[in-house]
């Protein structure tokens, strides 16, 4: 399963660890992905899926079922 956000496709980023004499290494900044169960009113059912916790503070205000379709996600296989 790829790393990225159900909701609202984040993933990695390329960066760069800059040292304290500004030599750079490559390196990924992840997105913070958490594993949240989501009830479901009109599936009358918990869905789990892989958020961000950006998607799971935007998910209190628009709700699960504006999101998804946004997303292009079928619930009902989740």
Same mark, same amino acid.
């Given at each position: 399963?790829?790393?990225?956000?159900?909701?609202?496709? =984040?993933?990695?980023? *390329?960066?760069?660890?800059?040292? $304290?004499? $500004?030599?750079? &290494? %490559?390196?990924?900044?992840?997105? *913070? !992905?958490? #594993?949240?169960?989501?009830?479901?009113?009109?599936?009358?059912?918990?869905? =789990?899926?892989?958020?961000? &916790?950006?998607?799971? %503070?935007?998910?209190? &205000?628009?709700?699960? #079922?504006?999101?998804?379709?946004?997303?292009? !996600?079928? !619930? *009902? %296989?989740?």
């Amino acid at each position: 399963m790829a790393r990225h956000c159900q909701l609202t496709g =984040k993933k990695a980023n *390329n960066a760069f660890s800059i040292s $304290h004499s $500004h030599r750079r &290494t %490559k390196r990924l900044q992840e997105a *913070n !992905l958490q #594993e949240k169960r989501v009830w479901w009113p009109q599936g009358k059912r918990w869905v =789990k899926l892989r958020l961000s &916790t950006k998607a799971i %503070k935007t998910l209190q &205000t628009k709700g699960l #079922e504006a999101m998804a379709k946004e997303a292009g !996600l079928d !619930l *009902n %296989k989740c």
